[in-house]
């Protein structure tokens, strides 16, 4: 079991167009904060990033920001959430969030998103974490991905324990329950340190 007292989640800075995708953010935020689970993300004020730490505050939880000073031209830091940290750079950004999280959540996203989703994957695999992390499938988001790494696996390019590391949920209560009974049983890689990356 897994003590969820952070989640990291990971999510876009647009809003887009899909109001599945908006209730499913609310819907998460509105149980981090019934669970008194702390809400870690990329600080920013806009989009579903702003709706999701919007919603937590609103419900009385926990918000904790990281976002590089860089980053505050096109993407608006949020003033108005619990603790905001400022770091000096995207690689900074992201060491700190998974530093904080005890789990990890993609909403659906872009780049950036897909970005920080395949990071936290990778660093299991290779031991530099031993975290749960899923993706709230929204309407079958997230299915191209998961079927190319299911792909990835039977082409013997990904070993299926590697695979497995990855939990999908469309339900926001039901994956934070799943996260929250994940039991990491692979075996660190990594014979340097976080720092050495």
Same mark, same amino acid.
């Given at each position: 079991?897994?003590?969820?007292?952070?989640?990291?989640?990971?999510?876009?800075?647009?809003?887009?167009?899909?109001?599945?995708?908006?209730?499913?953010?609310?819907?998460?935020?509105?149980?981090?904060?019934?669970?008194?689970?702390?809400?870690?993300?990329?600080?920013?004020?806009?989009?579903?990033?702003?709706?999701?730490?919007?919603?937590?505050?609103?419900?009385?939880?926990?918000?904790?920001?990281?976002?590089?000073?860089?980053?505050?031209?096109?993407?608006?830091?949020?003033?108005?959430?619990?603790?905001?940290?400022?770091?000096?750079?995207?690689?900074?950004?992201?060491?700190?969030?998974?530093?904080?999280?005890?789990?990890?959540?993609?909403?659906?996203?872009?780049?950036?998103?897909?970005?920080?989703?395949?990071? $936290?994957?990778?660093?299991?695999?290779?031991?530099?974490?031993?975290?749960?992390?899923?993706?709230?499938?929204?309407?079958?988001?997230?299915?191209?991905?998961?079927?190319?790494?299911?792909?990835?696996?039977?082409?013997?390019?990904?070993?299926?324990?590697?695979?497995?590391?990855?939990?999908?949920?469309?339900?926001?209560?039901?994956?934070?329950?799943?996260?929250?009974? $994940?039991?990491?049983?692979?075996?660190?890689?990594?014979?340097?340190?976080?720092?050495?990356?």
């Amino acid at each position: 079991m897994t003590s969820l007292q952070r989640v990291c989640v990971f999510c876009a800075s647009s809003p887009g167009s899909d109001p599945a995708i908006t209730d499913a953010t609310v819907a998460l935020g509105t149980l981090l904060a019934e669970r008194d689970i702390e809400l870690v993300y990329g600080g920013g004020a806009v989009g579903l990033m702003g709706l999701l730490a919007d919603t937590v505050m609103s419900q009385g939880g926990r918000v904790t920001g990281v976002i590089p000073a860089g980053l505050f031209s096109t993407e608006v830091g949020h003033g108005d959430i619990t603790t905001l940290e400022e770091v000096g750079s995207m690689h900074e950004r992201k060491a700190r969030m998974y530093e904080l999280s005890d789990a990890f959540i993609a909403l659906p996203g872009g780049f950036g998103t897909l970005e920080e989703l395949a990071e $936290t994957l990778t660093w299991n695999q290779i031991g530099l974490l031993a975290k749960p992390v899923g993706v709230l499938d929204v309407g079958g988001f997230w299915q191209p991905l998961l079927t190319m790494f299911d792909r990835m696996v039977s082409a013997t390019i990904l070993k299926p324990k590697n695979r497995e590391i990855l939990l999908d949920d469309p339900d926001p209560a039901s994956l934070l329950d799943r996260l929250a009974a $994940t039991e990491l049983t692979y075996e660190p890689k990594w014979i340097g340190t976080p720092e050495q990356i």
